[in-house]
T-cell receptor
Framework: SQQGEEDPQALSIQEGENATMNCSYKTSINNLQWYRQNSGRGLVHLILIRSNEREKHSGRLRVTLDTSKKSSSLLITASRAADTASYFC????????????FGRGTQLTVWP | NAGVMQNPRHLVRRRGQEARLRCSPMKGHSHVYWYRQLPEEGLKFMVYLQKENIIDESGMPKERFSAEFPKEGPSILRIQQVVRGDSAAYFCASSPARGGTNNEQFFGPGTRLTVL
């Protein structure tokens, strides 16, 4: 079964607007990661946030983690058409074996 | 500084043939993971290997699928007697360390397998 569950499943916004995507999970974790996938391409790593961290920034990206609610959010500020992609969260379910568990993703479309 | 490399990028096979997918991890990475992605789905873990060792193959189908990561050369995911349901994108990822709080994995571009 999927560990991460992203919502919404699809999001359409205009350039310049902010995009917020959410991820929920069910078990304890060591860390949570967000990835981007352009259509027909591989995954690009965006941010890793550890279980003892609450917020992390990278450029226009802001990730929050609430372990009490078992949820995370990815905020993209001032979105661009080039941000159009699928965004996935992945967790390790608390294992140190290394395998990641992915959700189904949020398909973000940014209109120029 | 090349990233994770996979080949071929696209592979077409007829039912019953064998598919061999190759993955070269990033330089300095000794941990390799294989994932499968069906259309409109997230990635699903298949197998985790280190050099010459299979660490976790709990996501691999019991039959027809095998993986190896020899001392020299790329990691190989082998699918024997392919069926249409094997059509998917297969991604390889590598990391410098095993699991834990810094388990950042770097993904290759994937191999898209189509079974006719």
């Amino acid at each position: 079964s999927q560990q991460g569950e992203e919502d919404p499943q699809a999001l359409s916004i205009q350039e310049g607007e902010n995009a917020t995507m959410n991820c929920s999970y069910k078990t304890s974790i060591n860390n949570l990661q967000w990835y981007r996938q352009n259509s027909g391409r591989g995954l690009v790593h965006l941010i890793l946030i550890r279980s003892n961290e609450r917020e992390k920034h990278s450029g226009r990206l802001r990730v929050t983690l609430d372990t009490s609610k078992k949820s995370s959010s990815l905020l993209i500020t001032a979105s661009r058409a080039a941000d159009t992609a699928s965004y996935f969260c992945a967790t390790d379910r608390g294992s140190t074996l290394g395998r990641l568990y992915f959700g189904r993703g949020t398909q973000l479309t940014v209109w120029p | 500084n090349a990233g994770v490399m996979q080949n071929p990028r696209h592979l077409v096979r007829r039912r019953g043939q064998e598919a061999r997918l190759r993955c070269s991890p990033m330089k300095g990475h000794s941990h390799v993971y294989w994932y499968r992605q069906l259309p409109e789905e997230g990635l699903k873990f298949m197998v985790y290997l280190q050099k010459e060792n299979i660490i976790d193959e709990s996501g691999m189908p019991k039959e027809r699928f095998s993986a190896e990561f020899p001392k020299e050369g790329p990691s190989i995911l082998r699918i024997q007697q392919v069926v249409r349901g094997d059509s998917a994108a297969y991604f390889c990822a590598s990391s410098p360390a095993r699991g834990g709080t810094n388990n950042e994995q770097f993904f290759g571009p994937g191999t898209r397998l189509t079974v006719l």
